[in-house]
């Protein structure tokens, strides 16, 4: 994947910048195998996203932030009708999260872009690092359990669906939900500041603090971050920050990305993935806190 | 069909069918601006010498406009991809407003309230009105 950047280092021997569409095939194809990777190891493009765009392509931090939001946004725009219909998704549970997430997410974006650039590096390369550390630590999620809360109960966050490899119907409520809309708020803000997505977060939030299962903590991960990268997304749009001719190649990349490590997922071993992506985000968040402190420009 | 169930797979629809129309309109809008089928307000060939710079110098550089500014520039095709772009930003809004008037003739008032808190939150975000000074 690294290997797409390397028209950095022929531009950086001949000391000029190299043509316009060499970077955009590069950020296509780097897109794309972060597409494959994302759906394969069942986390947000965003993360891998702007920690290796934004370490190893020439783009700006603001820049490379406000593709991150829109490629994020991208991917699960599209995953969303599915996960919606197979109800793996559920909208009832997605509205008030959203909403706590969005309006964090929001201000996030404004405090992002206000940021120094190297503080903002030196803060998304510390986050990448610790989230590679989560993944490694944590382990595959376990469905949670619990008796409803009452703020639950009032806006019924319950719901059911047809599960074949469990061979029936489940049936859940959510619990904790008042610390759920507390984490999501801590999660949208991050994310609106970072440019990421925020699924790595999102999974366990819903599964493990709020006892949703991890099928519907996953489909409906992506339909808040839909709903909360819209907010932000705006943000970087009104400040400039958006450039389409970075934003059109990511998201035509991690799109059929997507598809590819949707039909490689049954045939990848897990495990295999899920070093490949510690890997990838300890490497990409070394580079960023390396540039961040000054110590690698 | 539950209510539950009737909301969601309107909300689906409108997904499905939102995402659809603004991945093809930028998609469209990418092939005009790279294949220079319209004049560019900042050139392709000049943009590997300007995003690395920090958003405020890459916008006193060109001049480029923040805001809602560049809606008078569609001509240029840079600005029309970015209309483009832009709408898989209201995507949300508009399915949200779509599932609104189902919430409330079905006497779901809480949700109901939810999705239109986030409407406003969403429409000031696309309104730039708190996007803050550049």
Redesign the interface.
């Known amino acids: 994947m690294l290997a797409c950047a390397a028209p950095a280092a022929a531009a950086a021997a001949n000391d000029a910048p190299a043509a316009w569409w060499v970077w955009l095939a590069a950020l296509f194809v780097a897109s794309f195998v972060i597409g494959v990777v994302a759906v394969l190891a069942g986390v947000g493009g965003g993360v891998l996203f702007v920690p290796i765009v934004g370490s190893f392509f020439p783009f700006h931090l603001d820049f490379v932030r406000g593709v991150g939001l829109v490629f994020a946004l991208a991917g699960t725009l599209a995953a969303g009708p599915i996960l919606l219909r197979n109800r793996f998704a559920s909208l009832r549970l997605a509205m008030p999260l959203a909403l706590s997430g969005s309006i964090a997410s929001f201000a996030g974006a404004l405090v992002g872009l206000a940021l120094p650039t190297d503080v903002v590096q030196t803060a998304l390369g510390a986050t990448v690092v610790a989230i590679a550390m989560l993944i490694w630590r944590t382990g595959d999620v376990v469905a949670g359990t619990g008796e409803a809360d009452a703020l639950g109960t009032i806006l019924r966050l319950r719901g059911r669906y047809e599960d074949p490899a469990e061979g029936g119907a489940i049936d859940w409520r959510t619990r904790h939900t008042l610390a759920g809309f507390g984490a999501f708020a801590g999660i949208g803000f991050l994310g609106g500041i970072f440019g990421l997505g925020a699924g790595f977060a999102n999974v366990p939030a819903l599964n493990l603090l709020m006892a949703a299962p991890l099928k519907v903590a996953v489909g409906t991960s992506g339909l808040i971050i839909s709903i909360v990268n819209s907010s932000a997304a705006w943000v970087y749009i009104h400040r400039g920050a958006l450039l389409p001719a970075l934003a059109v190649p990511a998201i035509l990349g991690v799109m059929l990305g997507s598809r590819l490590g949707a039909r490689l997922l049954a045939l990848t071993p897990a495990f295999v993935v899920r070093r490949v992506v510690i890997a990838v985000l300890l490497l990409a968040g070394a580079r960023a806190l390396a540039r961040g402190l000054g110590v690698w420009s | 069909m539950s209510r ?1 169930q009737l ?3 309107l ?3 409108w ?2 069918a939102a ?1 659809r129309v ?2 093809a309109a ?2 469209v ?2 092939v005009v ?2 294949g220079g089928l319209l004049p560019s307000f900042v050139p ?2 000049a ?3 300007l ?5 405020d110098r ?2 006193a550089q060109t001049g ?5 500014g560049w809606l008078p520039l569609l001509g240029y095709s ?1 600005y029309l ?2 209309a ?3 709408l ?6 508009a399915c949200y407003l779509a ?1 609104l008037p189902v919430l409330l003739r079905v006497g779901e008032r ?2 109901a309230a ?2 239109a ?2 409407v406003v ?2 429409l000031l ?2 309104s ?1 009105a ?3 000074s ?1």
């Open positions: 539950e909301v969601q797979e909300y689906a629809r997904l499905d995402t603004a991945f930028s998609l809008a990418f601006y790279a392709l060939d943009l590997p010498a995003w690395h710079l920090p958003v890459y916008l480029a406009p923040a805001g809602w840079d991809s970015l483009c772009v832009a898989i930003g209201v995507v949300t809004p599932v809480v949700q939810l999705v808190i986030q939150v969403l975000a696309v730039g708190l996007a803050g550049h």
